[in-house]
């Protein structure tokens, strides 16, 4: 006998065996039990989570030979001929190569004929949103009007390409992605009935990379085994997925709380060495900075395992937990960014250098000291010196962490300019000039050159945005730009953003805008009136693509 995949031997035949999705069983179960049924079901999911094989339960509780229920009987001529894929009134349509409308004209006469075997016929469309415009059109009449005998299960994977009158005429469902812990679940009892010998370390792997989908999460099993020999082996599961140890990746994050790039750049290398999914190693670590960051903030927290107990509370003593914030969103804008990078490696060394050259220092370098996190027992640590990095007063922060508290701006006399700044004849400061020589960059940047200065009360400067940039006036980046100014001017200033339209048309970012489409137009015009250019037209017909032209820049 030929050997059969663990997807295929262990699809479940019953709802009680099936793993996850218990909203869409009891619904069935109800509607099964109490006899009111609709005529359109639509499942709805990412692949692997059990569209196709809830249909197929259902096509069998309604054709039983014992009677409808909830519970077929599995063991009937019909039960058997729907597993084994042979009952005659189980239409199963794969609607990606039949899209077309003959195809389902043909399904739509068969639906007036009688089941031959069963009490309905049951059309299963796999992937129905495949369909074309036309073959949607000729189903609607029979979807929303079928015969009595006749029941239409719909699956799909993208029901954001489904007409709203498709919709409409289908009771649905959403299929959830499963959980790690279920897909491990389903795994260990598989290899205990298979006689297997497993590491638990191999199935949180699989799991893992089974991305919320049991039947990947089993052919990734059965790949697995093959490549073990027969046996089931953390370092082989490993080697096969190209991903790491998690130990490996708290070495990456003590040696960020270090703030010792030659650790870190060691432990780079240590990982390169099992040529592994980079983008898989930035999951792993945005996975560890998510527990480190529960430990922190959420009391009584505590992770999976005892051996990880210890060493994420560690971390979690070292890290202050806006920096969490930080580097996790370093990690998965990393991960995003891969594949622009010359190669995974770079980007992925890029992504925790970043995460290096951010750490925060005082005014003088010195070590930051860390608040303790929720329900720590143990005194905080200290973090060493920023070294190198070549901003000592800033700290660069982004979107999701704008939000968070920061302490108020310190009240001592900053530091003198270096340069005047720029004023206009009543003695306001140039607003250009006051933005470079505050040095404003970056986000901080982004905020000034959307900005208009409109006057001074006092200490306070007083800055118009227009409504779409006013999401940027938020903290820590207003105390930042305080800072900054207030160095360039010589004197503590405050600012006060308002809300106003006209600013778009006088802010440093409209003007520059506006001197590069006059740039623009200029060269356009230079190219189009040059004498060259003027003869190729007349001669040979040829014509100027303005998008081609770039204005010189000194």
Known sequence: MSYQVLARKWRPRKFAELVGQEHVVRALTNALDTGRMHHAYLFTGTRGVGKTTIARIFAKSLNCERGESADPCGECAVCTAVDAGRFVDLLEIDAASNTGVDDVREVIENAQYAPARGRFKVYLVDEVHMLSKPAFNALLKTLEEPPPHVKFLLATTDPQKLPVT???????????????????????????????????????????????SLRDGLSLLDQAIAYGGGSLRADDVRAMLGSVARGQVMGVLQALAEGNG?????????????????????????????????????????????????????????????????????????????????????????????????????????????????????????????????????????ASVAEAPRAAPPTAAPVAPREPVARDASGLPHWDSLIEQANLRGPLGQLAQNAALRGREGATLILALQPAHMHLAVEPMVSQMEERISQALGERVKLRFTEERAAATETPAARAANAREAAQSAAEQAIDEDPLVQSLKREFGARVVPQSIKPYEN
């Open 262 to 398: 030659e650790t870190l750049m060691a432990e780079c290398t240590r990982i390169a060495s099992f040529s592994p999914d980079f983008g898989g190693v930035l999951d792993d670590l945005a996975s560890v900075l998510h527990r480190i960051q529960l430990i922190q903030l959420v009391p009584g927290y505590r992770p999976d395992s005892e051996g990880e107990d210890s060493a994420l509370a560690s971390l979690a003593q070292q890290f202050a937990p806006e920096d969490v914030q930080l580097y996790y969103q370093i990690a998965t804008t990393g991960r995003r960014d891969l594949s622009l990078a010359p190669d995974a490696r770079t980007g992925f060394e890029m992504a925790l250098l970043r995460m290096l050259a951010f750490r925060p220092a005082d005014d003088g370098g010195a070590p930051v000291e860390r608040p303790a996190a929720v329900g720590a027992q143990r005194a905080p640590a200290p973090m060493p010196p920023r070294g190198t990095a070549p901003v000592a007063n800033e700290r660069m922060h982004v």
């Open 166 to 212: 498709v919709l409409s005429r289908c009771l649905k469902f959403n299929l959830k992605r499963l959980l790690p812990e279920q897909i491990s679940g389903q795994m260990r009892h598989i290899l205990g009935a298979e006689n297997i010998a497993y590491e638990d370390a191999a199935i949180a792997e699989l799991a893992r990379g089974a991305d919320g």
